[in-house]
Nanobody, 115 residues
Framework: QVQLVESGGGLVQAGGSLRLSCVASGSTFTINEMGWYRQAPGNQRELVASQMNGGTTKYADSVKGRFTISRDIAQRTVTLRMNSLKPEDTAVYYC?????????WGQGTQVTVSS
């Protein structure tokens, strides 16, 4: 099993920045991808950004150029730097880790962007 703990959410004005961090523990040697998803009220959970162990990254079109994902595999962390935040970025952000057989989720952290 893998446990994920997020930190760094909060309230920010539009145009501001936040950084989310997630630390993995447990059977982290099984992880081959880590990333961030978000879910706004009434919406489905959606991918924000992810990074494979080899470095390949994926971003949602809505965050390209504004958000940057990075991983420190040795430290078992994944960080999401969010710049130029918009009110539509408001959501609960979830850390995600994937192995070949399983998907793991953090408890979520709220990000609220005021206009």
């Amino acid at each position: 099993q893998v446990q994920l703990v997020e930190s760094g959410g909060g309230l920010v004005q539009a145009g501001g920045s936040l950084r989310l961090s997630c630390v993995a523990s447990g059977s982290t040697f099984t992880i081959n991808e880590m990333g961030w998803y978000r879910q706004a009220p009434g919406n489905q959970r959606e991918l924000v950004a992810s990074q494979m162990n080899g470095g390949t990254t994926k971003y949602a079109d809505s965050v390209k150029g504004r958000f940057t994902i990075s991983r420190d595999i040795a430290q078992r962390t994944v960080t999401l730097r969010m710049n130029s935040l918009k009110p539509e970025d408001t959501a609960v952000y979830y850390c995600n880790a994937r192995s070949i057989l399983k998907t793991f989720w953090g408890q979520g952290t709220q990000v609220t962007v005021s206009s």
